[in-house]
T-cell receptor
Framework: KNEVEQSPQNLTAQEGEFITINCSYS?????LHWLQQHPGGGIVSLFM???GKKKHGRLIATINIQEKHSSLHITASHPRDSAVYTC?????????????FGQGTTLQVKP | ETGVTQSPTHLIKTRGQQVTLRCSSQ?????VSWYQQALGQGPQFIFQ???????GRGNFPPRFSGLQFPNYSSELNVNALELDDSALYLC????????????????FGPGTRLTVL
């Protein structure tokens, strides 16, 4: 079993829909990233979280440290949101910047 | 502020050859991490460089080696290339304080797509 699990693996939505992507992890962490990667593009960091909730535009990320779970929400989704969304964690026992990645969620938003 | 840059963007090599990939860290960042992302997989940590020394390594053989230069840029070298080395190689830079390695947000470069034939 992977240390970081995401669901769903694939997601298709209609423009305007509210989208939730989930991330569960089994290790103690000091921080969690949500990352976005468009087809053929590089990785962009959307959020870095260690507690609570962060919001940027139509994107909201939450984390529950006790439950070892984080969610990424996209409100009023748009075709340009189509990308792979990945959560990655930095383990508590690691003294490097090593990130452990989930397998990614491929999102397609149809107009 | 200059972001993380990588070169080249694409590279094709044959099995057994050697390759060098380059990464320039974001302005003000002194730590570089390298990741390998095979097609359809999440990135896997290769190693991290801080103060020109390797600071942590993932499950990769010794033919994967690196360097960090005084200007904090970094190289990833892979010897004796194998077909399975075909992947997107990502570097990420971050800043580390004088107290030593600690976790700060990593910023990723666009990656180098390596194809081994």
């Amino acid at each position: 079993k992977n240390e970081v699990e995401q669901s769903p693996q694939n997601l298709t939505a209609q423009e305007g829909e509210f989208i939730t992507i989930n991330c569960s992890y089994s290790v103690g962490i000091s921080a969690l990233h949500w990352l976005q990667q468009h087809p053929g593009g590089g990785i962009v960091s959307l959020f870095m979280l260690s507690s609570g909730k962060k919001k940027h535009g139509r994107l909201i990320a939450t984390i529950n440290i006790q439950e070892k779970h984080s969610s990424l929400h996209i409100t009023a989704s748009h075709p340009r949101d189509s990308a792979v969304y990945t959560c990655a964690v930095k383990g508590l026992t690691s003294n490097t910047g090593k990130l452990i990645f989930g397998q990614g969620t491929t999102l397609q938003v149809k107009p | 502020e200059t972001g993380v840059t990588q070169s080249p963007t694409h590279l094709i090599k044959t099995r057994g050859q050697q390759v060098t990939l380059r990464c320039s860290s974001q302005s003000g960042h002194n730590t570089v991490s390298w990741y390998q992302q095979a097609l359809g997989q999440g990135p896997q940590f290769i190693f991290q460089y801080y103060r020109e020394e390797e600071n942590g390594r993932g499950n990769f053989p010794p033919r994967f080696s690196g360097l960090q230069f005084p200007n904090y840029s970094s190289e990833l070298n892979v010897n004796a290339l194998e077909l399975d080395d075909s992947a997107l190689y990502l570097c990420a830079s971050s800043s580390t304080g004088v107290a030593g390695p600690s976790y700060n947000e990593q910023f990723f470069g666009p990656g180098t797509r390596l194809t081994v034939l």
